[in-house]
């Protein structure tokens, strides 16, 4: 009996391995000149991420690189080439891999990463929260699996002196085959290097935003933030920050609704500061919310750091304590 080709798919549709020879380049481009069929898939306040072809390697990868009008722009290509480095220096199974850092006449900085084919949490939740009916491949406990996936990324981040700052469902990719890959470590801080944050992102309290924090349809960053990014007090951002950002993602994956909306930013700023949430138990009537889920994200979300979970470990521990009721136990 004979066998079918071995083969693999990045997402569009099947690649036979046997095709590998045939596709090789005659001649071995150098640099931005091996990468071929560019498609933008989103762009941001100063980048642009496109899917395009790697002759060499034979694969379609992301690239990430500042739009036309920032080329110039001293700043915005040092925290480009940051994020690549940090991105490149996370190997993590909740990282995205990146493949190349470059520096091209035309196109200035770029680096190309790992194409993962699937959709952001934010997305699914969006999704999710139409209904049960919407709900049923990604039921709470699903829910909760993804953000804590997540938190092993920031867990291994931490451990390495990095706190990403920008935790949210948008910077979540979930993958068609169930990766989980925390995005975005472009205003990620790293202990002991000079904060490299541009004075127009700091003292938010101020209300000024770089447009980079504010993308999508949604004004996602503010929502967020933790008390203490808010008051602008640099010093006591750690990982306790990341915790608090993580707890408002979990309060929204199980409730749908995000704990501290205002109408404008800075009465969403008040809320953070000033307001606790009900519970999220008291806010999902369609799924039973478990008491110690209650507890976890209240606790992640405590306006004093020295109140939350200390570590990313200790609150990754706790989730996974978690009893789910099963549909026969509702």
């Not at 090789?24 to 980048?47: C, Q, R, V």
Request: one cysteine or more.
């Amino acid at each position: 009996m004979e066998h079918p080709m071995p083969q693999q798919t990045d997402g569009q549709g099947p690649i036979f391995l046997s095709s590998t020879d045939f596709e090789l380049p005659k001649h071995i481009p150098d640099g931005m000149e091996k990468y071929t069929n560019f498609s933008t898939m989103a762009k941001g306040g100063s980048a642009i991420l496109q899917t395009c072809f790697d002759q060499i390697t034979g694969r379609t990868v992301v690239m990430k690189t500042l739009l036309r009008q920032y080329l110039m722009d001293r700043q915005e290509n040092r925290r480009l080439l940051r994020e690549a480095r940090i991105t490149a220096q996370l190997q993590h199974p909740n990282t995205v891999p990146v493949y190349e850092i470059g520096n091209d006449l035309r196109k200035g900085i770029y680096f190309t990463m790992k194409r993962i084919s699937g959709e952001n949490f934010y997305e699914i939740l969006r999704r999710a929260s139409r209904g049960p009916q919407d709900a049923v491949n990604y039921p709470l406990k699903r829910r909760i699996e993804i953000l804590t996936s997540a938190g092993l990324a920031l867990m291994y981040a931490h451990t390495r002196g990095v706190i990403h700052r920008d935790v949210k469902p948008e910077n979540i990719w979930v993958g068609n085959f169930g990766e989980v890959i925390l995005l975005d470590w472009g205003v990620a801080k790293v202990w002991g290097q000079r904060d490299d944050t541009p004075e127009s992102e700091r003292n938010v309290e101020s209300g000024r935003f770089q447009a980079i924090t504010m993308t999508g349809d949604r004004p996602g960053t503010p929502l967020y933030m933790s008390p203490e990014q808010i008051s602008g007090n640099r010093q006591t951002v750690d990982e306790r920050t990341d915790i608090f950002s993580m707890g408002v993602a979990l309060y929204e994956a199980t409730c749908f609704s995000e704990p501290f909306r205002g109408r404008v930013i800075q009465e969403t700023f008040e809320n953070i500061l000033n307001t606790t949430p009900p519970l999220p138990s008291e806010v999902q009537t369609h799924e039973p919310v478990p008491p110690a889920l209650d507890d976890i994200i209240m606790k992640a979300i405590a306006k004093k750091p020295s109140q939350r979970f200390q570590t990313m470990r200790q609150m990754i521990d706790a989730l996974r304590t978690i009893h789910f009721a099963t549909s026969d136990e509702t």
